[in-house]
């Protein structure tokens, strides 16, 4: 919200501030945001008009250097005259300008500094609209008027003498939404009582006689109080000056008289407040009620809105069948006061907060109006302003007061005079607050702030807070209100007694999920990875990119690229590689090493996103935690090119072993993918990819996207890619609180077998390795692959595979004969359950 | 005769051992000179037709030329094998300012290395880690934290929606709701996480992230609320670092105040140059307050607020905020870009 500097002045003497406006309206800046206004801005309007002052031309001669310019003398009514080198043609001796002096700094930023132009100094440049910025264009100087003074600085010529402050209201000072309001604000900070003077034309004009328009209320506690004034032989026309400049401060704009009145009301006061053309109210009647749906509304904004039941509505006709206004939001466009209007009906209403609040959000109308309505405005305001709002209206556009009536709902009187009463200890503030405040200054600071403090028979507080402070209802709002008006600085700084000792990591699962997922980023930082953040919504055409779908979807999405909830991180990191690869340019291998470790989301089985009973626990949401990665690029980051090489499956394979390794997970196994089996399989090339099995569960995914789909995205190289359950992983890892046991080594010494083994292509590596540990037990302990060929050298279909088989005991050395035998066995087996050969 | 011979071939041999240029000509002229049928050998078989007188003579001669000869070619021997030595070693040498075979660099991202650091500070003083769901009912982000439908505060915050009642939650406030009902008093915890806000621009992102702090316990002060932040700070942006709180208004709290920190590089200084905090002196880093006694009621707690004196503090911190001024990051959005020329700076 904006304030003006010099309308608030006139509310508050705020002459204890500084020695000059400019300095007071810093020094309340600082009070304000002290005090928990916060200014955003302070903007004076004079700015760029320092230094910038009327002159009058004495002399005018032409340039002895150049034809197109001249050389003025100017006179700034005192002192010497001075020299000045201008371009324009427009002016005469003995006109009025404004001459920028050495050092202004013109709105439009241009420095003035001592120059010399074509050989001659000039001090000064003399001024266009233009440079002023009050035109676009102009052409030639700004003349002034024949009686301006002489040396009077720019911003008074122009009135332009207020500064405006932008304040970033919190949505509990309600009270503050009015000039009037800070006015009390302020005046509570520096000891002084906020002034205002009000005439009772509105009040000395009740019961005047015969009303033309009867009003009435016919909405319960949602439309409390409404008060109306009729007024004849208004004159509609443009507000004068103060009325126009006012406004423009605040960066509204001045539409007429009347309407101005209203704006005016609302700025100073707070509470919105609307003129009708009392010509255009029909049946003499004028109510508030409830919409009926269907009906059709038209606003002062020029749209129209269907009305749904729910939103109040001011209504006229005999029965109050025609709405004329969207009650607390807008007027209608129906009884809207024009130029030719010479009655006015003035009103200043109550309505419910959560109604205007619907009303505004539903019809996508937020107004002024609304927004102090929904903030809820004083309930025994209404007098003042309509005070005011009748004041100006005769003030500015004339006529004279027909009928003032005031309506309000039996319950009112009630409400208005059962104000909260908050009870507290006076001595619990500062041990709340943990700042010194003796009961006496409490008190103080309060009834400053128009609190009532009562005091009860047994040291007790009950404090009653004024109509306005709807903020106020608990003794921790009147705590708040005591440390901001001492200033947050006088809290002292203490540190916490921490009563009962920090809990281990061990007992909460959430501190190790966290300390878990921190290892396995450092596993795979360390493998050279960079982890990422990808957003969790996606657009469908992301989605539908990779085969995936998500019944998770945003209601009211940033853009369509927004919809959904992702069901996998994979598309995001493919994309932030495509991404990569678009800025890279050159002939290099561009290295992309990323990861994910983030939630995916989904419909728990049989439910939708609908929140349950069970307060508010569930959603029907499953979040999936999900660890991905990708790979692409040279497999090292420097080295000659014949050393740096490329990525492939093995690679990939590495970083997954050595993450499981790290978090030792129990139970992992890697495996060729079959159909169908993940749901990413499809992502995936079915000769490179391998699934993770954790126990009896699948828990993941890797290897290469599938060569149609890397062509179908122009990706620039092959990209390695996987998604493991993250969840599942957690759930089997050896966390951070257990800790690795010792485990001694062979102290006899080992021998080794090579076989070089001829197998068929359904024959895997793992198989080879399962079944020699199983045939050479208990001797062979390690078995492994060291080298295959596959060629010219061997049979079409066929592999030799080098295999090495590593035989000890804990307890003894070994007798060759022993591991002769082993051999055998392991050789039989290998014979009988794979059909492999010896090569020859 | 032989003796003449003896010479002849012993310094014949000589000088064909200086000659020799490589190990294999030395080998050759040690096997022709020296071996079983070499010519030294060949020599002393004709021992037999030498007169005895002469015998010994020829024969000590013949020793005295073997041993001179093996010499001279144990010493070319050890000569020549230097010089292939010297020879390997020259065509051995690396340029060493060639580039080396490292291993890829990986990093973590600032949100979670930054994350990392208030964790680990407020670990220092007894805080635990909770965490919850991103995706929350309606009741547990606003409601149950003092946020009624229909009321203004809502729109501090634009909420996405993911269903009826059900939101991308905005602040992991529910997760101190869930906390509070779930356990007992005392309670200190951290929730750190991901939060979604329906704002898009340099300074604002869809989903960033957050870490909460609670603290509820008998007695707890607002001075206990500076004093941690004021901890806080100076952990993170050094010993000199203060902190100012301003009044303000969040919901779940009251008092509520925005905290700020002195520009650890201008270090109220107040240069209108300092890039962190544009001349204030002051940078606006969290928002914290004395937790809402409806929240109390909203978890069970409400006896013993009013009978054994519970309060608690809470606040909350962006943890991009902190990650940007940290390392210096200009825009918000290099976050969530997954641009390698980014992510690999930290």
Same mark, same amino acid.
Request: proline share 5%; charged share 25%.
């Given at each position: 919200?904006?304030?003006?500097?010099?309308?608030?002045?006139?509310?508050?003497?705020?002459?204890?501030?500084?020695?000059?406006?400019?300095?007071?309206?810093?020094?309340?800046?600082?009070?304000?945001?002290?005090r928990?206004l916060?200014?955003?801005?302070?903007?004076?309007?004079?700015?760029?008009?320092?230094?910038?002052?009327?002159?009058?031309?004495?002399e005018?001669?032409?340039?002895?250097?150049?034809?197109?310019?001249?050389l003025?003398?100017?006179?700034?009514?005192?002192?010497?005259?001075?020299?000045?080198?201008?371009?324009?043609?427009?002016?005469?001796?003995?006109?009025?300008?404004?001459?920028?002096?050495?050092?202004?700094?013109?709105?439009?930023?241009?420095?003035?500094?001592?120059?010399?132009?074509?050989?001659?100094?000039?001090?000064?440049m003399?001024?266009?609209?233009?440079?002023?910025?009050?035109?676009?264009?102009?052409?030639?100087?700004?003349?002034?008027p024949?009686?301006?003074?002489?040396?009077?600085?720019?911003?008074?010529?122009?009135?332009?003498?207020?500064?405006?402050?932008?304040?970033?209201?919190?949505?509990?000072?309600?009270?503050?939404?009015?000039?009037?309001?800070?006015?009390?604000?302020v005046?509570?900070?520096?000891?002084?009582?906020?002034?205002?003077?009000?005439?009772?034309?509105?009040?000395?004009?009740?019961?005047?006689?015969n009303?033309?328009?009867?009003?009435?209320?016919?909405?319960?506690?949602?439309?409390?109080?409404?008060?109306?004034?009729?007024?004849?032989?208004?004159?509609?026309?443009?507000?004068?000056?103060?009325?126009?400049?006012?406004?423009?401060?605040l960066?509204?704009?001045?539409?007429?008289?009347?309407?101005?009145?209203?704006?005016?009301?609302?700025?100073?006061?707070?509470?919105?407040?609307?003129?009708?053309?009392?010509?255009?109210?029909?049946?003499?009647?004028?109510?508030?009620?409830?919409?009926?749906?269907?009906?059709?509304?038209?606003?002062?904004?020029?749209?129209?809105?269907?009305?749904?039941?729910?939103?109040?509505?001011?209504a006229?006709?005999?029965?109050?069948?025609?709405?004329?206004?969207?009650?607390?939001?807008?007027?209608?466009?129906n009884?809207e006061?024009?130029?030719?209007?010479?009655?006015?009906?003035?009103?200043?209403?109550?309505?419910?907060?959560?109604?205007?609040?619907?009303?505004?959000?539903?019809?996508?109308?937020?107004?002024?109006?609304?927004?102090?309505?929904?903030?809820?405005?004083?309930?025994?305001?209404?007098?003042?302003?309509?005070?005011?709002?009748?004041?100006?209206?005769?003030?500015?556009?004339?006529?004279?007061?027909?009928?003032?009536?005031?309506?309000?709902i039996?319950?009112?009187?009630?409400?208005?005079?059962?104000?909260?009463?908050?009870?507290?200890?006076?001595?619990?503030?500062?041990?709340?607050?943990?700042?010194?405040?003796?009961?006496?200054?409490?008190?103080?600071?309060?009834?400053?702030?128009?609190?009532?403090?009562?005091?009860?028979?047994?040291?007790?507080?009950?404090?009653?807070?004024?109509?306005?402070?709807?903020?106020?209802?608990i003794?921790?709002?009147?705590?708040?209100?005591?440390?901001?008006?001492?200033?947050?600085?006088?809290?002292?700084?203490?540190?916490?007694?921490?009563?009962?000792?920090?809990?281990?990591?061990?007992?909460?699962?959430?501190?190790q999920?966290?300390?878990?997922?921190?290892?396995?980023?450092?596993?795979?930082?360390?493998?050279?990875?960079?982890?990422?953040?990808?957003?969790?919504?996606?657009?469908?055409?992301?989605?539908?990119?990779?085969?995936?779908?998500?019944?998770?979807?945003?209601?009211?999405?940033?853009?369509e690229?927004?919809?959904?909830?992702?069901?996998?991180?994979?598309?995001?990191?493919?994309?932030?590689?495509?991404?990569?690869?678009?800025?890279?340019?050159?002939?290099?291998?561009?290295p992309?090493?990323?990861?994910?470790?983030?939630?995916?989301?989904?419909?728990?089985?049989?439910?939708?996103?609908?929140?349950?009973?069970?307060?508010?626990?569930?959603?029907?949401?499953?979040?999936?935690?999900?660890?991905?990665?990708?790979l692409?690029g %040279?497999? /090292?980051?420097?080295?000659? *090119?014949?050393?740096?090489? $490329?990525? !492939? #499956?093995?690679? +990939?394979?590495?970083?997954?072993?050595?993450?499981?390794?790290?978090?030792?997970?129990?139970?992992?196994?890697?495996?060729?993918?079959?159909?169908?089996?993940?749901?990413?399989?499809?992502?995936?090339?079915?000769g490179?990819?391998?699934?993770?099995?954790?126990?009896?569960?699948?828990?993941?995914?890797?290897?290469?996207?599938?060569?149609?789909?890397?062509?179908?995205?122009?990706?620039?190289?092959?990209?390695?890619?996987?998604?493991?359950?993250?969840?599942?992983?957690?759930?089997?890892?050896?966390?951070?609180?257990?800790? %690795?046991? /010792?485990?001694?080594?062979? *102290?006899?010494?080992?021998? $080794?077998? !090579? #076989?070089?083994? +001829?197998?068929?292509?359904?024959?895997?590596?793992?198989?080879?390795?399962?079944?020699?540990?199983?045939?050479?037990?208990?001797?062979?302990k390690v078995?492994?692959?060291?080298?295959?060929?596959?060629?010219?050298?061997?049979?079409?279909?066929?592999?030799?595979?080098?295999?090495?088989?590593?035989?000890?005991?804990?307890?003894?050395?070994?007798?060759?004969?022993?591991?002769?035998?082993?051999?055998?066995?392991?050789?039989?087996?290998?014979?009988?359950?794979?059909?492999?050969?010896?090569?020859? | 005769?032989?003796?003449?011979?003896?010479?002849?071939?012993?310094?014949?041999?000589?000088?064909?051992?200086?000659?020799?240029s490589?190990l294999?000509?030395?080998?050759?002229?040690?096997?022709r000179?020296?071996?079983?049928?070499?010519?030294?050998?060949?020599?002393?078989?004709?021992?037999?037709?030498?007169?005895?007188?002469?015998?010994?003579?020829?024969?000590?001669?013949?020793?005295?030329?073997?041993?001179?000869?093996?010499?001279?070619?144990?010493?070319?021997?050890?000569?020549?094998?230097?010089?292939?030595?010297?020879?390997?070693?020259?065509?051995?040498?690396?340029?060493?300012?060639?580039?080396?075979?490292?291993?890829?660099?990986?990093?973590?991202?600032?949100?979670?290395?930054?994350?990392?650091?208030?964790?680990?500070?407020?670990?220092?003083?007894?805080?635990?880690?909770?965490?919850?769901?991103?995706?929350e009912?309606?009741?547990?982000?606003?409601?149950?934290?003092?946020?009624p439908?229909?009321?203004?505060?809502?729109?501090?915050?634009?909420?996405?929606?993911?269903?009826?009642?059900?939101?991308?939650?905005?602040?992991?406030?529910?997760?101190?709701?869930?906390?509070?009902?779930?356990?007992?008093?005392?309670?200190?915890?951290?929730?750190?996480?991901a939060?979604?806000?329906?704002?898009?621009?340099?300074?604002?992102?869809?989903?960033?992230?957050?870490?909460?702090?609670?603290?509820?316990?008998?007695?707890?002060?607002?001075?206990?609320?500076?004093?941690?932040?004021?901890?806080?700070?100076?952990?993170?942006?050094?010993?000199?670092?203060?902190?100012?709180?301003?009044?303000?208004?969040?919901?779940?709290?009251?008092?509520?105040?925005?905290?700020?920190?002195?520009?650890?590089?201008?270090?109220?200084?107040?240069?209108?140059?300092?890039?962190?905090?544009?001349?204030?002196?002051?940078?606006?880093?969290?928002?914290?307050?004395?937790?809402?006694?409806?929240?109390?009621?909203?978890?069970?707690?409400?006896?013993?607020?009013?009978?054994e004196?519970?309060?608690?503090?809470?606040?909350?911190?962006?943890?991009?905020?902190?990650?940007?001024?940290?390392?210096?990051?200009?825009?918000?959005?290099?976050?969530?870009?997954?641009?390698?020329?980014?992510?690999?700076?930290?």
């Amino acid at each position: 919200m904006k304030i003006s500097f010099n309308w608030l002045s006139e509310l508050v003497d705020l002459s204890t501030l500084g020695a000059t406006p400019a300095v007071r309206a810093e020094k309340l800046a600082e009070l304000l945001t002290r005090r928990g206004l916060e200014v955003e801005a302070v903007e004076r309007q004079d700015t760029g008009f320092e230094n910038v002052v009327s002159v009058q031309i004495i002399e005018k001669n032409p340039h002895p250097q150049a034809d197109r310019l001249s050389l003025c003398k100017v006179s700034l009514g005192q002192g010497d005259p001075l020299e000045i080198v201008c371009g324009a043609q427009n002016m005469k001796a003995g006109d009025k300008v404004v001459l920028a002096q050495i050092g202004a700094k013109l709105p439009n930023g241009l420095k003035i500094e001592l120059s010399k132009i074509r050989g001659v100094v000039s001090n000064g440049m003399l001024c266009s609209e233009e440079e002023l910025c009050l035109k676009e264009k102009a052409d030639g100087l700004l003349i002034l008027p024949a009686d301006t003074a002489l040396g009077v600085p720019m911003a008074k010529i122009l009135g332009r003498d207020d500064t405006t402050l932008t304040l970033k209201l919190t949505a509990n000072r309600a009270d503050c939404l009015g000039h009037f309001g800070i006015a009390r604000e302020v005046a509570a900070a520096l000891g002084v009582q906020a002034k205002r003077t009000l005439v009772d034309s509105f009040c000395k004009a009740q019961g005047l006689g015969n009303a033309p328009i009867k009003i009435s209320l016919n909405a319960g506690e949602k439309a409390p109080q409404f008060y109306g004034c009729f007024i004849e032989g208004v004159k509609v026309a443009p507000s004068p000056q103060w009325v126009v400049k006012r406004l423009e401060a605040l960066g509204a704009r001045s539409i007429n008289n009347v309407v101005d009145a209203s704006n005016l009301v609302l700025w100073e006061t707070g509470h919105p407040v609307h003129a009708y053309d009392a010509d255009k109210i029909q049946g003499g009647q004028l109510g508030v009620r409830l919409a009926r749906a269907g009906d059709e509304l038209p606003l002062l904004d020029g749209t129209s809105v269907k009305l749904t039941g729910e939103e109040l509505v001011i209504a006229d006709g005999r029965d109050l069948e025609r709405a004329i206004g969207l009650a607390g939001v807008m007027g209608g466009g129906n009884s809207e006061v024009s130029d030719s209007t010479s009655k006015v009906y003035l009103e200043c209403a109550e309505f419910d907060a959560v109604s205007v609040r619907r009303a505004s959000s539903l019809h996508l109308k937020k107004t002024e109006a609304s927004h102090r309505f929904e903030r809820g405005v004083d309930p025994q305001g209404l007098k003042a302003a309509m005070e005011r709002f009748t004041e100006l209206v005769l003030s500015l556009a004339g006529g004279k007061v027909v009928s003032a009536e005031i309506a309000q709902i039996p319950e009112v009187q009630g409400i208005s005079k059962k104000q909260p009463e908050i009870a507290c200890d006076p001595l619990w503030f500062e041990k709340f607050l943990g700042m010194k405040v003796s009961p006496e200054e409490a008190k103080t600071i309060l009834e400053g702030l128009e609190c009532r403090v009562e005091h009860l028979p047994a040291d007790g507080w009950n404090v009653s807070p004024p109509s306005y402070r709807l903020d106020l209802r608990i003794k921790e709002d009147l705590a708040e209100e005591i440390a901001r008006s001492l200033g947050y600085d006088k809290i002292e700084e203490t540190i916490p007694d921490l009563g009962s000792s920090p809990r281990s990591i061990g007992v909460s699962p959430s501190r190790q999920g966290f300390e878990l997922q921190g290892i396995a980023k450092d596993l795979l930082a360390a493998q050279g990875l960079c982890e990422c953040v990808n957003f969790s919504f996606c657009g469908k055409k992301r989605l539908e990119e990779f085969g995936f779908a998500s019944d998770v979807k945003v209601i009211n999405p940033l853009s369509e690229d927004h919809e959904f909830m992702v069901p996998s991180l994979l598309p995001g990191l493919v994309h932030n590689a495509l991404g990569n690869w678009h800025h890279h340019f050159g002939s290099e291998t561009l290295p992309i090493r990323l990861f994910e470790l983030r939630p995916t989301f989904a419909f728990q089985p049989g439910k939708t996103a609908v929140a349950s009973e069970q307060n508010g626990l569930e959603t029907g949401v499953q979040e999936n935690w999900k660890l991905s990665f990708l790979l692409s690029g %040279p497999k /090292f980051a420097s080295g000659l *090119q014949q050393d740096l090489g $490329e990525i !492939d #499956f093995f690679d +990939l394979k590495a970083v997954v072993e050595r993450l499981f390794q790290g978090l030792g997970t129990k139970g992992v196994r890697i495996q060729a993918v079959s159909e169908g089996s993940d749901g990413a399989f499809h992502l995936f090339h079915p000769g490179q990819a391998a699934e993770v099995w954790i126990g009896k569960d699948r828990a993941g995914i890797f290897g290469l996207l599938h060569p149609a789909k890397n062509l179908a995205l122009k990706a620039r190289g092959p990209l390695w890619i996987g998604e493991l359950d993250w969840g599942m992983i957690a759930k089997l890892s050896r966390g951070v609180t257990a800790s %690795p046991v /010792f485990k001694p080594w062979p *102290q006899f010494p080992t021998m $080794e077998r !090579d #076989f070089a083994l +001829l197998v068929g292509e359904a024959v895997t590596a793992d198989k080879l390795t399962q079944v020699a540990l199983k045939a050479g037990r208990p001797l062979a302990k390690v078995s492994k692959i060291f080298d295959i060929y596959r060629g010219k050298q061997v049979a079409q279909g066929m592999t030799s595979v080098a295999v090495r088989v590593i035989f000890y005991e804990d307890a003894r050395s070994l007798q060759e004969s022993e591991v002769e035998a082993a051999s055998a066995k392991i050789l039989e087996s290998w014979k009988k359950e794979l059909g492999v050969q010896l090569r020859s | 005769m032989i003796i003449e011979n003896l010479k002849l071939i012993g310094e014949k041999t000589l000088t064909e051992v200086a000659e020799a240029s490589t190990l294999a000509t030395l080998d050759e002229v040690r096997v022709r000179v020296l071996g079983k049928k070499g010519a030294l050998s060949e020599i002393l078989k004709g021992l037999g037709s030498a007169s005895p007188a002469e015998r010994p003579v020829i024969g000590a001669a013949a020793n005295e030329w073997k041993k001179k000869l093996e010499t001279a070619l144990d010493e070319r021997k050890v000569s020549l094998e230097q010089i292939v030595l010297d020879a390997k070693i020259r065509d051995e040498r690396s340029d060493v300012s060639l580039p080396s075979r490292m291993p890829h660099r990986g990093s973590l991202h600032p949100i979670t290395q930054t994350t990392r650091k208030l964790v680990k500070i407020f670990s220092r003083i007894g805080f635990d880690l909770n965490t919850g769901p991103e995706i929350e009912s309606e009741y547990l982000n606003f409601d149950a934290v003092n946020i009624p439908a229909d009321h203004p505060a809502r729109d501090m915050q634009d909420t996405f929606f993911a269903g009826p009642g059900v939101v991308l939650r905005t602040h992991t406030t529910p997760v101190q709701i869930r906390t509070m009902k779930s356990e007992k008093w005392p309670v200190r915890i951290l929730s750190p996480g991901a939060v979604y806000r329906n704002d898009s621009d340099a300074t604002h992102s869809p989903m960033f992230h957050q870490i909460e702090g609670l603290w509820i316990d008998r007695g707890v002060t607002m001075s206990d609320l500076k004093g941690t932040l004021s901890f806080f700070a100076r952990e993170l942006f050094g010993s000199e670092t203060k902190i100012r709180l301003r009044p303000s208004y969040f919901p779940f709290v009251e008092p509520g105040a925005e905290v700020d920190v002195s520009c650890f590089l201008c270090r109220l200084k107040i240069s209108p140059t300092c890039k962190v905090c544009r001349g204030s002196g002051w940078i606006e880093i969290l928002g914290a307050g004395m937790v809402h006694p409806r929240l109390f009621e909203a978890v069970g707690y409400g006896d013993a607020y009013l009978r054994e004196g519970l309060t608690g503090f809470a606040f909350g911190i962006g943890i991009e905020r902190v990650a940007m001024l940290l390392h210096e990051i200009p825009d918000l959005r290099l976050m969530y870009d997954g641009d390698v020329r980014f992510l690999s700076q930290f």
